[in-house]
C-alpha cells in the first residue's frame, strides 16, 4: 500500500463517524476502526523490506516552486512510531466505544480523533520538513478539539485553548527553525536534510535553528518549562488522554528530536540544552507526581517525567543512549497507555478519581488491579517487567555521562528521578487497590464488561511478554529504529542481568528509597501542602492577560474609530517607506527623452490642474463639487485619447456618465452641503499630509516615465500574437477576452456581485430603521415644476434606438476597433437610464420586462459556458477559437468564441450597473416620489394640469 | 509632457487624500473618485506615454503603445464603478439610518 494512502487513510476515515453514527454506536465504531485497521495492515505489508534495512517512498510534486513536495519515506523510526499510532488508535476507538455516555456525541468524537491520527501518520511518515510542519500543525488544531472535545466543562475549554497555545507558538518557532534548516541545506527534503552534518553543524545558523526547532519539540513534548500544559489538558476524556498525552502526540517532539538527531546531535549545544532539559524535566515531574490525589494528573506528570527521561537520553548524544531512549519509547506507551485507560476504568465504576477517596478496590476489581499492578510494576522498574529493563540501561547511560566536569550529577539526579518514579508507581497501586475496602465510594465499583479493559488488557500482556523476552519481542524493532536514528549500525544487547555494575546498585537504591518516601507519604504530604509552590495556571493566565491587554492598548490607540486617523497614519507610513527606499535607493535620474507639449495639452492640464484642487475647495458645496469634478474625469477621457488609448477613452467617459448619475440619486437623500467641522490646525496638518503624498506620487511617476522597462516586457508577445493566435486587431480587448480572459472572467463576477450587494443594502435599508425616516421624508429643496419636460422625453426617446444602435456596433466591431462588451455595455446602460431621466423610473420599469438579476446571472453563465466549451474541443477553459466565413452577398467576416464571452461581459455590465441605478432609483420612490403614469408631465394632447399639482 | 502628466497624477493624489482625511461621507467619496483616476493614470503611465500609437494592428503604423496596462485599467475603471457604487450605497445607508452622515464613531457607538 502506498505511503501516501496510509496517511490518506485516517482523514478518510474521519468522514465515516458522521456517516455511520445513525446506524448505531458500535457501526460507528467499527466503521472507524476499519480504516484504522487497513492502515495498519498497509503498513505491516511494509514492516518485513522496513526491518531489512530497507527505505520505502512515495513522492509526488506539490508546489516544487517552493520545494514543498508531498514526499513520503518510511524507515525504522517511522514504522514504530506509525505503528504505534495506529495500533494504539484501534485499541482507544475500542476503550472508546465502551467509555463514552450514551448523551456525548461519539460521531464528533470518532472524526475529531481520525483527524488527529492523520496528521499523527503524516508527521512520521512526511519525507519533506515543509509537508512535516503542516502535519504539525494539524494535530495541534485536531487536539485542542480533543481536548475540549467536552464543550460543557470550562477546564476542558481552558485546558484545550492553554495546551494550543504552548504547543502552538511553539509549533510556529519550529516552523521558523525548519526554514533556516532548508536554508543551509538548500532542501527540504529529510532525506537530503539528514545527509548534511557537517554543513548544518559547520553553519553560524546552527544555533538559532537548533533553539527553534528545540521550542517546537519541548513544548509539544511537555518539557521543563512548557510542561503545566499537559496536566491542564487531562480535562479531556479518558480515551485522549490516553491516545494523545500518553502515546502519541506528546511524542512528537522526542520522535522529531529522534527524527533530527543525525545531523542536530553531537554538539555541546545540543547536549547541554537537550540532555539538562530532560534531567530537569524528569526529576521535578516525578516528585510533584508523587503528591497528585488525581490519578489522571498523577500519570500526567509521571508522562512528563518520562518524556523527559527520554529526551535525557537522545540529549547524550550517543548512538547507545539513542537505542535505550528508542527502547523506553516503546515500553512507556504500553505501560502508560494501559495505566491511563485503567484510570478511566475506575472513573467509569467509581465515578471518582480522587486517589484519597478510594482504596481497597482489589477484590472489588480484580481484572483492573491486575492490570494496573502490571503497568505500574514496569512503571517502577521493577524485574522482570519491560520498564525494569530500560530504566536498567538508562541508569547505565547516565553514569557515563560527565555534566561540565561533574561525573557523578547525571548518575545521582537519574536515581532520585528513578525513587521518585518507584514511589508514585507504589502509591498507586497501594492507596487505590490494596488497604481496605471501603463504604463511602460515590458509586459501587466493579470490573467493566470486556469491551472496556480489553485494550488495556491487550497492553499489559505486551508489557510482560516485552519484559520477559525483550530480544525476541522487540530486540530487531529496536535494532533498526536506532540504526534509523542515528543513521548508522547500533548493536542492542537488551538482558536483565548485567553483573554487578553499577546501574544494578543504583536501581536497587532507588526502588528502596522509592519504598521508604511511599511509606512516609502522609507526612511528606502534609509537608508538600504546606509549603508555597507557583501556580503555573495563574502564571499562564496573567502572561496571557497581560499580552491581551497590551495588543488591546495598542489597537485602541490605533484604531479607535477615526477613519481619518487610519488613513493618516496609513498614508504616513508609505511615504517613510518610499522615503527610506528612496534615500537608500541610490537615486539616478531618468533619461529617457519626453514628448513635446502642444497648446492644447497644456490647456487641457491647467483645466485638470485647477478643477483637481477646486474639488478640495468647494466641496462643502455638494453639487458644485460634483459637477467640477466630472470635469475632471473628461479630461482624464481626453488625455486618453491623446496617449493613444481609445478603448480607455470610451470607458472612461461613459463609466463618468454613470458614476455622475449614481452620485446625483444619492445626493438628493444626502444634505446638500457639508458642514465645517474641522479645526484649522487639523486642516492644516491634513493638506501637509495630502501635499507630500501628491508630491511624493506626482515625482514617482515622473521618475517612472523617464526610465525604459527595467524588464523585457511580455507586451510584444500579445502584439505579435493577437491577431494570428486571437483572431483580433484591437490588441486591448484581445488581452480582454483572450489572453486575460480568466482575469475578465473573475472581473465580472466581481462586478456582479457589487451590483447584487447594492440590491441587497437597498432591501435591508428599505425594511429597517431607514424606512421610517423615508416614510416621512420631506424634500429639502423645492422640486421642479416640470420634472418631465417634453423636450427631453422626446429627445430621449428618439435617441434611444440609435444609442442601442451605437451600442450593438461598438460591441461587435471591439474585436478589431476600439470598443467591446466593457464600452457597450456601458453604452447600453446610459441608453436606458436616460429614460429613467427624461420619464421617470416608474414609467420606464413599466415598459421594460427584462430583470436586471438575470442579466447578471446570464452575463456570468455564458461567458462561463464559453470557457467550459473550450473542453469539449480538450483545450484548457477560455482558449478561444476563430474562423472567417463568407454569406454572399456579404463581405468575409469573422466569427470567434471570444466575441460569445464578450457577449457575457455585456450583459454582466448592463446588469450591474442598471441594478445600482434602479437600486436608488427605488428608495426614492419609498420616500414619496410620485409615479408619472404618463410620458410627460405636460402632455400637449391634453389640458394643461393645475401648476404644483404633485 | 510627462511633467504634466506626473503633476496632474500629484495632484489628483492631493486633492483626493485631502478630501478622503473629511469627516462626512460625501467628500470622502469624491475623494475615492479623484484617487481612483489618479491610480488609474499611474497604471496607465507604467506603460510609458506615446502619442499617435494606439494598440489597434495596422499595416502602415510605425509602432504601438503598451497594450497590457490599458487592458488593465480599462477593467480597474469599470470596477471601481462597482467600488464606488457600493460606497455611495453604504454611505446613504448611514444617513438614513443614523440621521448623520458622520464617518468617525464616537465613543458611545464605539461601547466606551
New interface residues.
Given amino acids: 500500500m502506498s505511503l501516501a494512502l496510509i496517511a490518506a487513510l485516517p482523514f478518510l476515515g474521519a468522514l465515516l463517524p458522521g456517516l455511520m453514527i445513525r446506524a448505531g454506536r458500535t457501526a460507528c465504531a467499527m466503521a472507524t476502526g476499519s480504516a484504522t485497521a487497513l492502515a495498519l495492515i498497509g503498513l505491516l505489508l511494509h514492516a518485513p523490506a522496513v526491518l531489512r534495512g530497507e527505505v520505502v517512498q512515495a513522492r509526488f510534486d506539490w508546489m516544487p516552486g517552493l520545494g514543498l513536495n508531498a514526499n513520503f519515506f518510511l524507515d525504522g523510526l517511522g514504522l514504530l512510531f506509525a505503528g504505534l499510532i495506529l495500533g494504539i488508535g484501534l485499541l482507544i476507538i475500542l476503550y472508546a466505544r465502551f467509555y463514552l455516555a450514551k448523551t456525548d456525541p461519539m460521531g464528533q468524537f470518532y472524526t475529531y480523533l481520525m483527524l488527529f491520527q492523520g496528521a499523527m501518520v503524516g508527521i512520521v511518515l512526511s519525507d519533506n520538513i515543509l509537508l512535516l510542519l503542516i502535519f504539525w500543525e494539524l494535530t495541534s488544531l485536531s487536539s485542542f478539539l480533543l481536548i475540549g472535545y467536552w464543550k460543557h466543562l470550562p477546564e476542558g475549554r481552558q485546558g484545550a485553548r492553554m495546551a494550543l497555545a504552548v504547543t502552538g507558538t511553539g509549533g510556529l518557532a519550529m516552523i521558523a527553525g525548519m526554514l533556516i534548516l532548508g536554508g543551509i541545506v538548500g532542501s527540504y527534503d529529510l532525506s537530503v536534510i539528514l545527509t548534511q552534518k557537517e554543513a548544518i553543524q559547520a553553519s553560524d545558523w546552527y544555533l538559532p535553528a537548533l533553539i527553534l526547532i528545540l521550542l517546537g519539540a519541548f513544548t509539544k513534548s511537555a518539557q521543563f518549562p512548557f510542561h503545566f500544559w499537559l496536566p491542564h489538558a487531562m480535562a479531556a476524556p479518558t480515551p485522549v488522554s490516553a491516545y494523545l498525552h500518553s502515546a502519541t502526540m506528546v511524542k512528537a517532539g522526542l520522535f522529531l528530536m529522534a527524527r533530527m538527531w543525525p545531523v542536530l546531535a553531537g554538539t555541546d549545544a545540543w547536549f547541554y540544552i537537550v540532555a539538562t532539559t530532560g534531567l530537569v524535566t524528569m526529576v521535578m515531574a516525578a516528585k510533584i507526581a508523587l503528591f497528585k490525589d488525581d490519578l489522571k494528573a498523577l500519570l500526567a506528570f509521571s508522562t512528563v517525567s518520562h518524556l523527559g527521561l527520554i529526551t535525557m537520553l537522545l540529549g547524550f548524544g550517543t548512538a547507545e543512549a539513542a537505542a535505550v531512549a528508542v527502547f523506553h519509547i516503546i515500553n512507556h506507551a504500553t505501560f502508560k497507555a494501559a495505566l491511563f485507560m485503567s484510570a478511566g476504568i475506575i472513573d467509569h465504576e467509581a465515578h471518582t478519581r480522587d486517589i484519597k477517596r478510594l482504596g481497597g478496590l482489589r477484590t472489588l476489581m480484580p481484572i483492573t488491579f491486575t492490570i494496573v499492578t502490571l503497568a505500574a510494576l514496569s512503571m517502577a522498574g521493577i524485574p522482570p517487567l519491560n520498564g525494569f529493563l530500560s530504566k536498567e540501561m538508562m541508569l547505565e547511560e547516565a553514569t557515563h555521562t560527565v555534566w561540565a566536569g561533574i561525573p557523578w550529577l547525571f548518575a545521582v539526579l537519574a536515581t532520585i528521578g528513578a525513587m521518585f518514579s518507584v514511589a508514585y508507581s507504589f502509591r498507586l497501586i497501594g492507596h487505590v487497590f490494596l488497604g481496605p475496602v471501603r463504604d463511602d465510594y460515590p458509586h459501587k465499583p466493579h470490573d467493566p464488561g470486556f469491551g472496556l479493559w480489553a485494550a488495556p488488557a491487550a497492553l499489559a500482556v505486551l508489557v510482560v511478554l516485552i519484559g520477559v523476552a525483550p530480544m525476541t519481542m522487540v530486540g530487531d524493532l529496536v535494532t533498526v529504529v536506532a540504526g534509523a536514528v542515528t543513521g548508522g549500525d547500533v548493536t542492542i544487547k537488551i538482558s536483565h542481568w548485567h553483573g554487578l555494575v553499577p546501574a544494578l546498585w543504583m536501581s536497587v537504591a532507588a526502588v528502596g528509597a522509592g519504598l521508604i518516601l511511599f511509606g512516609a507519604h502522609l507526612r511528606l504530604d502534609a509537608l508538600w501542602l504546606a509549603a508555597p509552590r507557583p501556580e503555573a495556571k495563574a502564571i499562564f493566565d496573567a502572561l496571557v492577560d497581560g499580552i491581551a491587554a497590551l495588543s488591546h492598548g495598542v489597537t485602541a490607540r490605533l484604531h479607535d474609530g477615526a477613519l481619518s486617523r487610519y488613513f493618516v497614519i496609513f498614508t504616513l507610513g508609505v511615504l517613510g517607506a518610499g522615503w527610506l527606499a528612496w534615500s537608500e535607493g541610490g537615486h539616478v535620474p531618468g533619461l529617457r527623452n519626453v514628448l513635446p507639449i502642444p497648446g492644447v495639452a497644456l490647456a487641457g492640464w491647467l483645466l485638470l490642474a485647477v478643477c483637481s484642487v477646486l474639488v478640495a475647495v468647494l466641496h462643502r458645496e455638494r453639487l458644485l463639487a460634483l459637477v467640477v469634478i466630472g470635469v475632471v474625469g473628461l479630461i482624464v477621457s481626453v488625455g486618453f485619447i491623446y496617449l493613444s488609448a481609445p478603448d480607455l477613452a470610451l470607458t472612461q467617459i461613459s463609466v463618468e456618465v454613470v458614476t455622475i448619475v449614481l452620485m446625483l440619486l444619492a445626493l438628493n437623500f444626502l444634505p446638500k452641503t457639508t458642514p465645517r467641522e474641522s479645526s484649522t490646525a487639523r486642516r492644516l496638518r491634513d493638506i501637509a499630509v495630502a501635499g507630500a503624498a501628491g508630491l511624493s506620487t506626482a515625482a514617482l511617476a515622473l521618475a517612472l516615465m523617464m526610465r525604459d522597462f527595467a524588464f523585457p516586457t511580455i507586451s510584444d508577445y500579445h502584439l505579435a500574437n493577437s491577431y494570428s493566435g486571437g483572431g483580433g486587431t484591437n490588441v486591448v480587448n484581445v488581452i480582454l477576452v483572450d489572453f486575460r480572459g480568466y482575469d475578465t472572467f473573475g472581473e465580472i463576477i466581481v462586478l456582479g456581485i457589487a451590483g447584487l450587494l447594492i440590491f441587497a443594502l437597498a432591501e435591508a435599508l428599505l425594511r429597517g430603521a431607514a424606512n421610517k425616516r423615508l416614510l416621512e421624508w420631506v424634500p429639502e429643496l423645492p422640486k421642479s415644476g416640470d420634472r418631465h419636460p417634453l423636450m427631453m422625453v422626446v429627445a430621449g426617446r428618439v435617441a434611444l434606438p440609435i444609442t442601442l444602435m451605437v451600442g450593438v456596433y461598438i460591441f461587435l466591431r471591439g474585436h478589431n476597433e476600439p470598443g467591446g462588451g466593457f464600452i457597450a455595455g456601458l453604452i447600453v446602460a446610459i441608453a436606458l437610464v436616460t429614460q429613467f431621466m427624461a420619464s421617470g423610473f416608474a414609467w420606464t420599469q413599466a415598459r421594460q420586462r427584462v430583470d436586471y438579476h438575470a442579466f447578471i446571472g446570464f452575463g456570468v453563465v455564458i461567458a462561463a459556458a464559453t470557457g467550459l466549451g473550450s473542453w469539449l474541443a480538450a483545450r484548457p477553459f477560455l482558449t478561444s477559437n476563430f474562423g472567417y466565413f463568407r454569406i454572399p452577398p456579404f463581405d468575409k467576416f469573422e466569427l470567434a468564441t471570444a466575441a460569445l464571452f464578450d457577449l457575457g461581459v455585456f450583459l454582466t455590465v448592463i446588469g450591474a450597473v442598471m441594478l445600482t441605478l434602479a437600486s436608488l432609483s427605488r428608495i426614492a420612490i419609498r420616500a414619496g416620489e410620485t409615479v408619472n403614469t404618463t410620458a410627460m408631465d405636460n402632455d400637449p394632447s391634453q389640458p394643461a394640469p393645475a401648476k404644483g399639482g404633485h | 509632457?510627462?511633467?504634466?502628466?506626473?503633476?496632474?497624477?500629484?495632484?489628483?493624489?492631493?486633492?483626493?487624500?485631502?478630501?478622503?482625511?473629511?469627516?462626512?461621507?460625501?467628500?470622502?467619496?469624491?475623494g475615492l473618485?479623484?484617487l481612483t483616476?489618479?491610480v488609474?493614470?499611474?497604471l496607465?503611465?507604467?506603460?510609458?506615454?506615446?502619442?499617435?500609437?494606439?494598440?489597434?494592428?495596422?499595416h502602415d503604423t510605425p509602432g504601438?503603445?503598451?497594450?497590457?496596462p490599458?487592458?488593465l485599467?480599462?477593467?480597474a475603471?469599470?470596477?471601481?464603478?462597482?467600488?464606488?457604487?457600493?460606497a455611495?450605497?453604504?454611505?446613504?445607508?448611514a444617513?438614513?439610518?443614523a440621521?448623520n452622515?458622520r464617518?468617525?464613531?464616537?465613543?458611545a457607538?464605539?461601547g466606551k
Avoid at chain 2, 64 to 68: F, G, N
Avoid at chain 2, 103 to 107: K, L
Fill in positions: 509632457m510627462e511633467f504634466l502628466v506626473a503633476s496632474a497624477i500629484g495632484l489628483m493624489t492631493a486633492s483626493g487624500i485631502y478630501l478622503v482625511l473629511r469627516l462626512r461621507a460625501f467628500p470622502v467619496i469624491l473618485s479623484l483616476y489618479a488609474n493614470v499611474f496607465f503611465i507604467s506603460g510609458r506615454l506615446t502619442v499617435d500609437a494606439p494598440p489597434i494592428l495596422a504601438y503603445t503598451d497594450p497590457l490599458q487592458a485599467v480599462l477593467t475603471i469599470v470596477i471601481s464603478f462597482g467600488m464606488t457604487a457600493v455611495v450605497m453604504m454611505a446613504l445607508g444617513f438614513l439610518e440621521g452622515d464617518i468617525e464613531m464616537t465613543d457607538e464605539d
